[in-house]
């Protein structure tokens, strides 16, 4: 049995670089990004045999989160055996069978003991993953709002650019696990973004030592695998995901660290005062000081900030609704939107 651990953040926060380098570990496997653990919990939770149509649906689900998000880098495959024949067991020891079903091109022959999901969406389902994983370990991972913004209005995203919309979202993510972290103090460790580039020896120190284990100690295998990622950039998989090419091409870049305070010249002081407004009390607790002090905002803008609170918090809402529904509805709503999003983009 390997012991899961999770990666949690809003994404565009260096969640991904982080798990780039924590897959080159000898002991670690970091599937791609994927959320079936979460999407199945409520409909598997206490199940104790899982017959060959619940492995089918979950089959079914990551075919389709393979074709929205490409698993770049890994090869799946599960194994016929679990897909005739079910699973007998926890829902916990499935996931981590399905889990393995994901295999590092760059270290085809790696032997796994623990494994860390990332996925940003798992931030709004902790008190679930906690149930799933009682001794899971979280590195919550942070990054300036402003330079979150930022990065999420120059990339191919399937969500809007606004400021506002990005940095009301910012701010629940990280409200949300800052409140994770107040219940389990001793299961979560903040990791800022800035601090990892800047000092990475020392702070992923931290984090095997968090993690309880043991930093590579012969050869850096961070290298290859980041040259896997340059080799698979313009695999067949990512041909038609502009979203996917434009993330493993970013990983397999240099970390440049003047890119830390690109927000300063590239958003404009409106936006940054904006940003400072909705995003200061978390911003605070993470370390990071606003630009500016406020006062006041004009009525208007206030007007369209709560408006676009609602918004965001509808949907929040509306994700926490989706989980309750019966599940083999739940799986075709989602391969529709798959088929959606992909017939939208050709």
Same mark, same amino acid.
Not at 155 to 172: C, D, G, Q, T
Not at 221 to 249: F, G, I, N, P, V
Not at 270 to 284: G, K, P, W
């Given at each position: 049995?390997?012991?899961?651990? +999770?990666?949690i953040g809003?994404?565009?926060s260096?969640?991904s670089?982080?798990?780039?380098? #924590?897959?080159?570990?000898r002991?670690?496997?970091?599937?791609?990004?994927?959320y079936f653990?979460?999407?199945f +919990?409520?409909?598997?939770?206490?199940?104790?045999?899982?017959?060959?149509?619940?492995i089918?649906?979950?089959?079914?689900?990551?075919?389709? =989160?393979h074709?929205?998000?490409?698993?770049?880098g890994?090869? !799946?495959?599960?194994?016929?055996? $679990?897909?005739?024949?079910?699973?007998?067991?926890?829902?916990?020891?499935?996931?981590?069978?399905?889990?393995?079903? +994901?295999?590092?091109?760059?270290?085809? /022959?790696?032997?796994?003991?623990?494994?860390? /999901?990332?996925?940003?969406?798992?931030t709004?389902f902790?008190?679930?993953?906690?149930k799933?994983?009682? @001794?899971?370990?979280?590195?919550?991972?942070?990054?300036?709002y402003?330079? &979150?913004?930022?990065?999420?209005?120059? %990339?191919?995203?399937? $969500?809007?650019?606004?400021?506002m919309?990005?940095?009301?979202?910012?701010?629940?993510?990280?409200? #949300?696990?800052?409140? =994770?972290?107040?219940? !389990?103090p001793?299961?979560?460790?903040i990791?800022? +973004?800035?601090?990892?580039? &800047?000092?990475?020896? *020392?702070?992923?120190?931290?984090?095997?030592?968090?993690?309880?284990?043991?930093? &590579?100690?012969? *050869?850096d295998?961070?290298?290859?695998?980041?040259?896997?990622?340059?080799?698979y950039?313009?695999?067949?998989?990512? %041909?038609?995901?502009?979203?996917?090419q434009?993330?493993?091409?970013?990983?397999?870049?240099?970390?440049?660290k003047?890119?830390?305070?690109?927000?300063? @010249?590239?958003?404009?002081?409106?936006?940054?005062?904006?940003?400072? =407004?909705?995003?200061?009390r @978390?911003?605070?607790?993470?370390?990071?000081?606003? @630009?500016?002090?406020h006062?006041?905002?004009?009525?208007?803008?206030?007007?369209i900030?709560?408006?676009?609170?609602?918004?965001?918090?509808?949907?929040?809402?509306? /994700?926490q609704l989706t989980?309750?529904?019966?599940? %083999?509805?739940?799986?075709?709503?989602?391969?529709?939107?798959?088929?959606?999003?992909?017939?939208?983009? &050709?």
């Amino acid at each position: 049995m390997s012991q899961v651990h +999770y990666i949690i953040g809003i994404g565009r926060s260096g969640t991904s670089l982080l798990m780039s380098i #924590l897959g080159s570990h000898r002991e670690i496997l970091t599937p791609p990004e994927n959320y079936f653990s979460v999407f199945f +919990y409520h409909a598997y939770a206490k199940k104790t045999y899982f017959s060959p149509h619940d492995i089918q649906l979950i089959q079914r689900f990551n075919e389709a =989160f393979h074709r929205l998000q490409p698993p770049v880098g890994f090869e !799946y495959d599960i194994p016929h055996t $679990l897909l005739e024949r079910g699973f007998e067991g926890t829902y916990s020891a499935l996931c981590e069978n399905i889990y393995s079903c +994901y295999r590092q091109v760059a270290f085809p /022959d790696k032997k796994h003991n623990y494994i860390i /999901d990332k996925n940003p969406s798992n931030t709004l389902f902790l008190k679930s993953i906690q149930k799933l994983q009682p @001794e899971a370990k979280y590195i919550l991972m942070v990054r300036d709002y402003r330079a &979150n913004i930022l990065s999420r209005k120059e %990339s191919v995203h399937l $969500l809007p650019p606004s400021v506002m919309f990005n940095a009301i979202r910012w701010s629940l993510f990280t409200k #949300l696990a800052l409140r =994770f972290k107040e219940k !389990y103090p001793d299961r979560v460790k903040i990791l800022r +973004y800035e601090d990892l580039i &800047n000092a990475p020896k *020392e702070q992923l120190d931290t984090v095997f030592q968090f993690l309880g284990i043991k930093p &590579n100690t012969s *050869e850096d295998l961070k290298e290859q695998e980041r040259s896997a990622y340059l080799e698979y950039k313009s695999d067949s998989q990512t %041909s038609d995901s502009a979203r996917a090419q434009k993330k493993y091409e970013d990983l397999a870049k240099p970390i440049f660290k003047d890119r830390v305070e690109k927000w300063k @010249e590239s958003l404009t002081s409106a936006e940054i005062e904006l940003a400072d =407004f909705t995003c200061q009390r @978390e911003a605070s607790a993470c370390g990071y000081l606003p @630009e500016t002090i406020h006062q006041k905002i004009p009525l208007f803008t206030k007007f369209i900030l709560l408006s676009t609170r609602f918004k965001v918090l509808f949907s929040y809402l509306k /994700d926490q609704l989706t989980y309750y529904l019966p599940i %083999s509805f739940k799986v075709k709503r989602f391969e529709r939107f798959v088929n959606k999003v992909r017939h939208n983009r &050709n």
